[in-house]
């Protein structure tokens, strides 16, 4: 019959003496590990070399749960960031939208002011009041009629125009109503200047809006700024606002201010040339 040894029978005899052994096995490898990592020796540093190069991978792909975890944590904080971001900037677009038509209503109000002190300081421009006729037969985009004509001095291509700006100018006089050509007509060319980029322009009545004749690049010309007109044609009043630029990609273009349909009443100069002093 054979016999263990007396070092097997000990270590068999409990689970507490396994547990110390084991504790033993580890502070002697924690020992090993720290004099090594104290120990200037070649061997030791290509021994640690080589456990660091063999466990990297191993390292590498053990962390990419944790890094992808880490990321997508990060991702959504940084989407609730810009979320917030956003709406931050579309309420200081909104009122930037809000600051700048201000200031494009004082600007057209400005101007306004100015042609009205200027029609105060001259005798050769009589402005009248006038009513828009209201006629579906007659009346389109191109042409209205008015209630005032010989009977209150109107002539051919005096203006006629609202409190936003030019509508057009006189073609027909009759004795008590008088036949206008709208700005809008083909038909119409007005002589204009902007008013920041200084450039004298010539607009024609497209439909719905002005197009820029006579211009060798209109790209020039500042998208939103005011066209008033010139008195290049010789009956025409400068000062008065004509439109707005609108630049696209493929076009520049005068979009009107006035419409027939602003209000029934309207103003028109009537220009006594008799009285003008060329000098």
């Not at 004509?149 to 125009?161: M, Q």
């Not at 700024?225 to 008195?231: A, H, R, V």
């Amino acid at each position: 019959m054979g016999y263990k040894s007396s070092f097997s029978r000990g270590i068999n005899s409990g689970p507490l003496n396994r547990y110390i052994l084991e504790l033993t096995i580890c502070i002697t490898i924690s020992l090993l590990f720290v004099l090594m990592s104290l120990s200037k020796s070649k061997t030791v540093y290509n021994i640690k070399y080589l456990v660091v190069a063999a466990s990297k991978p191993g390292l590498v792909f053990a962390n990419k749960p944790f890094k992808l975890v880490s990321d997508s944590v990060q991702y959504f904080e940084g989407m609730g960031n810009y979320k917030t971001l956003n709406e931050s900037l579309k309420k200081q677009n909104d009122f930037l939208k809000k600051e700048f038509n201000k200031v494009n209503l004082l600007e057209v109000e400005n101007f306004r002011l100015k042609n009205l002190l200027k029609l105060q300081d001259v005798d050769y421009v009589q402005k009248l009041s006038a009513r828009i006729i209201i006629d579906g037969y007659r009346n389109n985009n191109n042409s209205i009629y008015i209630d005032v004509g010989e009977n209150k001095g109107l002539k051919i291509n005096d203006l006629v125009f609202n409190e936003n700006g030019l509508l057009g100018r006189v073609s027909q006089v009759g004795k008590y109503s008088s036949k206008i050509l709208t700005i809008y007509s083909s038909d119409s060319v007005l002589p204009g200047i902007s008013v920041d980029t200084k450039q004298s322009v010539f607009a024609r009545g497209d439909g719905d809006k002005l197009v820029l004749k006579h211009l060798e690049n209109k790209f020039k010309l500042k998208h939103d700024e005011l066209i008033i007109s010139t008195d290049a044609a010789g009956f025409f009043k400068e000062g008065i606002i004509i439109g707005k630029i609108v630049k696209t990609l493929n076009d520049v273009y005068i979009q009107p201010i006035a419409k027939k349909s602003d209000s029934i009443f309207v103003n028109v100069l009537i220009f006594d040339f008799k009285k003008i002093n060329l000098d």
